[in-house]
């Protein structure tokens, strides 16, 4: 009777759910064109050129009468935004720029390395920052927006920014800080005490 009961337990008991298969990369795709094929992802041809992006996420655009193919870091891989971003290339005056928060003015074109980063323009000039990949790292899709921050001529991006006449400095990190005393600028960043351990890249989607 007790070798019953056991028995009964034992298939009654839960047992742990089975782990989900880590997601796999759709495959690399290849392209011929003028006798010569390239391979990779988003592949694209002006009937001349040809190329491809190295990773499923990169982004491959023809512009300017070429192909110009771009791919995230792998931080950013890793710890995607929460939002739809997705890398783009844009054109101006025949100049090329890929990344995130693409952004035009009075002829130029500039680009984030990452969804986190910030562009601004300042007497026409575009500047685009990114936080430090340990920042990324440390805080993900959570990671707090930057801004930039203008004195006169001067511009600086980053956190905790502090501008006087014709200066100004950030701190490179959220946790980092930034005090202007006495005319002078005394910024520092905590090292990160961060390591990630990635498993398997996110799915491409």
């Known amino acids: 009777m007790l070798s ?10 839960p047992t742990k759910d089975a782990e989900p298969p880590v997601p796999r990369p ?15 992802y988003q592949c694209r041809s002006t009937g001349t050129h040809a190329d491809c992006a190295r990773t499923p996420y990169g982004v491959c655009q023809v512009l300017t009468g070429r192909v110009h193919c771009w791919d995230p870091p792998r931080v950013v891989i890793h710890h ?18 890929c990344g995130y928060n693409c952004r035009l003015s ?8 990452t969804p986190y980063g910030v562009c601004s323009t300042h007497f026409g000039r575009l500047v685009c920052w990114d936080p ?10 959570r990671t707090p927006q930057p801004r930039c921050l203008n004195a006169s001529e001067a511009v600086a991006c980053g956190y905790d920014c502090k501008a006087q006449r014709a200066e100004v400095q950030c701190a490179s990190t959220p946790d980092g800080v930034c005090r202007l005393d006495n005319q002078r600028f005394t910024c520092f960043d905590p090292p990160s005490l961060l390591h990630c351990d990635h498993s398997a890249p996110p799915p491409a989607d």
Not at 4 to 13: D, N, R, S
Not at 132 to 141: D, K, N, W
């Open 4 to 13: 019953l009961l056991a028995t009964l337990w034992l298939a009654a008991a």
């Open 26 to 40: 759709p495959p690399p795709e290849c392209l011929s064109s003028q006798g010569r094929t390239v391979c990779g």
């Open 80 to 97: 995607p935004p929460r939002s739809s971003a997705r890398p783009e290339c844009k054109e101006s005056r025949g100049n090329v720029a």
């Open 106 to 113: 009075q002829g130029e074109v500039a680009c984030n390395s």
């Open 132 to 141: 430090p990949e340990s920042v990324i790292h440390q805080y993900g899709a």
